[in-house]
């Protein structure tokens, strides 16, 4: 059943549809009906233009309504508009919505999104309910709502949930009508007493289903019901108000509004039509007999315009002219956008809302009436032919006429506004009509895009002017844009490309024509015309304003507006002439022959930039523009400018060219491409009243996030806020986008500031105190400031605070008391920092000579001791007596251990220079220590020792490391181990350490060592006693290791005992190989394969001897050249499988040699680098130059088979 009534509420009635415009008081009601009527209206109306029907200006969802299901509409105190939905409530500021929804995971949100009752009480506060609602009332936060709601079983609850109707009486009580539940009344204490039908009590309500609730100026409060009408006194007793019309049976007999009268009656709004109900209670008048009747489900009255009534099938307005009923037409633009109104209201500036169940909300602008439309309504003969007029013509009858298209000649009448089309009847069609002048009682004269028609309407006969250039008594050839009816009764014509032409009446005739080619008229390129006072043409061409001159019948030009292209002019009741160019409306004094400029308005003074289509001055001297962008106003007193547009009433912004005529008594009609506008200068209503002016929202940025501030208190920021925000709202609805909003910060802003749409940010404030102030003005320039300036706080910055200057003013003290001291002090720094600036410029510069130094040194050692080691490893690859080859042996022996103190040496000076860099590859740490304890295989077993290498199960197959430093520091410690061994034996051990480390041990079962020679084993030159005696050696080995070591990220350490041996443990960072773990094997070694024929490319001849000869031990031919360009022409010459550079050739060097090599027709060729240098970044350049492996002197055979065997290896590899 709820449902039903539900249905029933969005229906109510559906009456037929309703005629746009009509007129309807007829029967035994005429005379009472129409005095009723005069009552009805307040003051007079205004608008002098023939009746026309409103433009409506729809608000959709897409506008920000959150539903086009609208119920009701109300306005607070402050200004705003409320809106109740299907979907929610909202609040209009003229700008936007602020839509209120029910949020189940808050319980201070709105109960339901159905708000079909609102009511904004004495204390402006507002109260909402809906279906299944219950009653809200916004909370003073303006977010929140208080609820009352309906309990079972609870009596001092709410009635029901389901709310149609809400009302506060005389004495401040609120009254809910809601559905099956009655009336209810809320208390004091938050509690309800009811008020409900019995079927017993005659005395009590008619229905429990409230539909409609009143209170008047009486404490009486008016009960709408599904059962018809009752009234409650104030002493509590109900009274059933009779309404015969209505039938008495649920569903017929619904009372939906109430208005009151200034008399004291009240009006009635039913299903079955509108009544009148005196003071006592006793119908007075049914208002509007229909058959059927129509259901009038709200009503408003408006000053002026009488009263506004809400239908189920449309609007009505209810005046002293009769019953004027709207519906809607999706074909028509400003039609009624919905048929189903559920409110009216009447705005505080005279603007008036409807609320629809099919069309969202639509409303007029308070001064609705100051322009009249016409237009073009499909299937309607009484409308216009065409909207858009290209001409209007004003007939010595009143009676407007209007040309559209090839087809459209429209005649309305002055007085009712009725339209008749004349186009069809007279045969017009095919041509474009341009122009229209009425000329006496039975002419009317169209101006054609060939030539000029005069039509007879009478007779429905029509005369066509010859055209013909070289004839006297026929027109230019040209289209006719322009006719002006002559003092003497004759017609004066423009034509466009042909000249100027006067015209006779009786018959239509050309009398005279004024031609360029005649040599009275300067230019033909005519875009407007108008008659001075005295009755003679202007006319504006593209070459500036020309005059008749009456005297030598030719039209001349006027000094100070020759050439200057003007797009309209007209001329004031004064006689000065007013004219409009593209950016500037300009008033002249026409003195003789000249104009004199007297104003000027242009950009600086409000006036826009644009093309003027037509231009006229009213009586009191007001000038009127219509152009692309609206319809424009000058004051003349004020000086103020005005621009009006569709939001004032327009049917269209864009009006046409030349489209305007005046009307005797002064009303204006213009056409635009939405039809034709009228208005009467004299009687629009420009002036509305202040709006209020409120702050709507302040956000500023706090910690990175958007925080909302109270508009309505004072405002402190911290020194770190940023963006504060302010938005304000004019609240005046005429034309909320034309509302002009200014700002001032005093203490920020010298001056006013304009803040676009009533919003401005201020990016960050400077710590202090300001005070905001507003003003708004609404599109009549009618300004109000805000109420209450808000005061704004910008805390100061923690070291701004003056707390923190005090601390500042102690320490300025403090350092002023220690400023010598302190200048003392500074000075000694100052001489201890040149002192040890200039000691580290010493050292740095020790360092750089001492490491360049044992660079030149290693190289100039590197190249003889390749030939003393490669000659005695030859001298012992013959045969030799046995004391020859223990000479040999000593030799080698002496010069290796050179080597070493040399390579040793030029480590630790790359370390002390930062210019050791690792080298990570990827290796096999198990296969590298078997590989160490082969190479010293032979040495322990020629001291009779054991040397043995133990690897743990979870070490890693493959891991990344620099393999070269990491050989060099166990090869370092296993030699030692060896070195100092004389019985037992040697033993490599590796194992995991931790997830990401390796741990290489080497132990021994030498003599062992204390803990003090431990101690300071690894410090450079340092050496246990007797062992420089002993053994030799330089003691940099260790000391190498662990600067290594360290640079690796690894540490190294010592265990030992005297006697008994000792065990060196090495942790180094390796990190594990990611994915395929396996290593491509590398190919093999062409030196174990087949002899190769080699390219040495060396300058020593000593060097290149011994490099020939340990090749040829090894099975390979070699051939030595001493150059690059003689290397060049060999390869050109022989083929060689591998080439051996030298780095520091003379000439081209290696580098460029390998360059220009693998750019040439030997890209593939393996090249092996041989160099003496030590500097460190030999690696990278070589495999810059595109080398394939280094070399370094003194070479040995296995020094070379490893170089051969890398350099294929390396081209045998993908690239």
Known sequence: MRAA????????????????????????????????????????????????????????VADGLPSSVVYTTVQDPRGFIWTGTQDGLARYDGIGFRVYRHDPADPRSIASNDVSALLVDREGRLWCGGEASGLNRLEPDGSSFAHWIHRANDLGTLGSNDLFALA?????????????????????????????????????????????????????????????????????????????????????????????????????????????????????????????????????????????????????RLDARGLHRYDSDEAVAGALPGSRTMGVLSDREGGVWFSMLDGGLARLPPHWRNFASYRRVPGDEASLTGSRVSAIGIGSDGAAWFTSGSDGLDRMDYAT??????????????????????????????????????????????????????????????????????????????????????????????????????????????????????????????????????RTERFVEVAGLDDVVIDAFAFAPDGTLWTHRLGALERWRIDGDDALLMQRYDGTRGWETFGAHALTVDAVGDVWVTSPRGLWRLDARTEAVRRFDARDGLPSQEFIVGSLAVAGDGTVFAGTLG???????????????????????????????????????????????????????????????????????????????????????????????????????????????????????????????????????????????????????????????????????????????????????????RTPMTGVLGMSELLLATPLDERQRAYAAAIQQSGQMLLRLVNDSLDIARIDAGKLALDDIQLDPAALLREIAGMQQVLAQHKGLSISVEIGADVPPQVWGDETRIKQILLNLVNNAIKFTERGGVTLRLTRHGASHLCFRVADTGPGMNAEVCARLFNRFEQAAGVMRRHGGSGLGLAICRELTLLMGGTISVSSTLDEGSTFEVVLPIYDVVGDASVPAPASKPADAAALDILLVEDDTTVAEVVVGLLGQIGHRARHVANGLAAL???????????????????????????????????????????????????????????????????????????????????????
């Open 417 to 550: 506004g009725a339209i008749e089309r004349w186009g069809k009847r007279l045969g017009i069609h095919g041509e474009r009509l341009t122009s229209v002048l009425p000329v006496g009682d039975d002419q009317v004269w169209v101006g054609l895009q060939t030539g000029l028609r005069v039509y007879v309407p009478r007779t429905r006969s029509s005369t066509e002017l010859p055209v013909d250039l070289v004839r006297e008594d026929a027109l230019p050839p040209g289209f006719v844009n322009h006719l002006r009816r002559a003092p003497d009764g004759g017609v004066w014509a423009s034509s466009r490309g042909g000249g100027v032409v006067r015209l006779g009446t009786d018959p239509p005739r050309v009398v005279r024509r004024y031609l360029p080619s005649a040599g009275t008229l300067g230019d033909t390129d005519i875009s407007a015309m108008a008659l001075d006072p005295s009755g003679a043409p202007w006319v504006a061409t593209a070459s500036g304003v020309e005059r008749l001159d009456v």
């Open 168 to 316: 506060q009486d005389r004495a401040g009580a609120i009254w809910v009508g809601t559905y099956l539940g009655g009336l209810n009344r809320l208390e004091a204490d938050g509690r309800f007493t009811h008020v409900d039908h019995d079927a017993e009590d005659p005395g009590s309500l008619r229905s429990s289903t409230v539909f409609s609730l009143y209170g008047d100026d009486q404490n009486r409060l008016w009960i709408g019901t599904d059962r018809g009408l009752d009234v409650r006194t104030p002493d509590g007793r109900i009274v059933h108000v009779e309404l015969p019309a209505l039938e008495q049976r649920p569903g017929q007999s619904i009372v939906m509004s109430f208005l009151a009268e200034p008399g004291g009656d009240t009006l009635v709004g039913t299903r079955k039509g509108l009544f009148r109900v005196g003071v006592d209670l006793v119908l007075r008048e049914e208002i509007m007999p229909q058959a059927p009747p129509l259901a009038v489900s709200a009503l408003a009255r408006s000053d002026a315009e009488g009263i506004w009534i809400g239908l189920l099938s449309g609007v009505a």
């Open 1129 to 1215: 022409a060999e390869l050109e010459r022989a083929r060689y499988d591998l080439v051996m550079l030298d780095l520091d050739l003379p000439g081209i060097d290696g580098l460029q040699l390998a360059r220009v090599l693998r750019s040439g027709a030997h890209a593939g060729l393996p090249l092996v680098a041989v160099t003496a240098r030590s500097v460190g970044d030999e690696e990278a350049r070589i495999r810059a130059a595109g080398m394939d492996t280094l070399l370094r002197k003194p070479v040995t055979t296995a020094l070379l088979r490893n170089a051969i065997a890398t350099a294929f290896a390396a081209r045998a590899a993908p690239a």
């Open 5 to 60: 009534y539900r249905r029933r509420r969005h229906r109510r009635c559906i009456s037929p549809p309703a005629p746009r415009m009509a007129v309807s008081l007829a029967g035994r009601h005429d005379m009472r009906g129409w005095a009723i009527l005069a009552l009805l209206v307040s003051g007079t109306l205004f608008a002098a233009a023939p009746p026309s029907p409103p433009q409506f200006m729809p608000i959709t």
């Open 675 to 861: 039809g034709v506008v009228a208005f009467d200068p004299a009687l629009l209503r420009l002036h509305s009243p202040p709006p209020p002016l409120h702050l709507t929202a302040l956000q500023v940025r706090r910690a990175g996030a958007v925080e909302a501030l109270d508009p309505g208190g004072p405002v402190a920021l911290a020194y770190d806020d940023m963006d504060f925000h302010v938005e304000m709202r004019a609240l005046s609805f005429a034309n909320p986008e034309s509302n002009h909003y200014q700002v001032r910060l005093a203490g920020f802003d010298p001056d006013w500031v304009d803040a676009q749409r009533g919003e401005r940010t201020w990016p960050q404030l400077p710590a202090g105190h300001y005070t905001l102030e507003a003003r708004a003005a609404n599109v009549d320039g009618a300004w109000a400031s805000l109420g209450r300036p808000l005061q704004v706080e910008v805390a100061r910055a923690p070291w701004a605070t003056p707390l923190a200057f005090a601390l500042y003013a102690t320490l300025a003290v403090l350092a002023m008391g220690l400023a010598f001291g302190a200048w003392r002090a500074r000075v000694r720094r100052r001489h201890a920092y040149a002192i040890a600036e200039e000691q580290r410029r010493a050292s740095d510069q020790l360092v750089e000579a001492k490491s360049s130094f044992l660079a030149t040194l290693g190289h100039e050692i």
